[in-house]
């Protein structure tokens, strides 16, 4: 959780810069959101591997797509640790991990694969993307829940 509280740090030190700065401030946010919710699942899906079906596929469970994480753990552990959110929550987990493999991959430009994982509207195949500093605040919180939610379900898994 202190990955995620620096996040927030990095957020009001990009509200008060010049646009060029403040975007790339904006991008490594979403970014470190999405990295530091990668190595806490992964830790936690290897901690709890013995209470799953085959403990080295949970052990390898990564969270860098999130949609395929939340497959994952429920095949291994039998739980769903977004069940509980509200659906345009999901989505904006959904879009912002798709966002941190695109500013990884492609350098931040929309693809085909982007718009047919997501369903954006208004997103053009070959423009940079948008990030706005809500959207990864709304991240962070989102994830803090999710994460909360993934530890509480497999710490009770009997």
């Known amino acids: 959780y202190k990955n995620l509280e620096l996040v927030d740090k990095m957020l009001a030190v990009a509200e008060v810069q010049e646009q060029a ?3 790339v401030l904006v991008e490594n946010a979403l970014e470190d959101c999405v990295s530091s919710f990668d190595g806490f699942g992964r830790e936690t899906c290897r901690v709890f591997s013995p209470k799953s079906a085959a403990p080295e596929k949970a052990a390898g469970i990564r969270f860098q797509n999130i949609a395929s994480a939340r497959q994952r753990v429920n095949e291994q552990f039998g739980v769903d640790f977004a069940a509980s959110l509200e659906a345009d929550v999901w989505v904006l ?6 966002k941190r493999h695109l500013l990884a991959h492609k350098m931040g430009v929309i693809d085909e694969d982007y718009i047919k994982a997501t369903g954006e509207l208004g997103a053009v195949v070959g423009r940079k993307l948008q990030i706005q500093i809500p ?3 709304a991240l962070a ?3 803090h829940a999710v994460g909360r939610e993934l530890f509480i379900l ?5």
Not at 93 to 98: P, W
Request: glycine share 0%; charged share 30%; proline share 0%.
């Open 141 to 143: 919180s989102a994830l």
């Open 93 to 98: 987990l959904v879009r912002c991990f798709q």
């Open 135 to 137: 959207e990864v605040r």
């Open 154 to 158: 497999l710490e009770k898994r009997l």
């Open 21 to 23: 700065v403040a975007q």
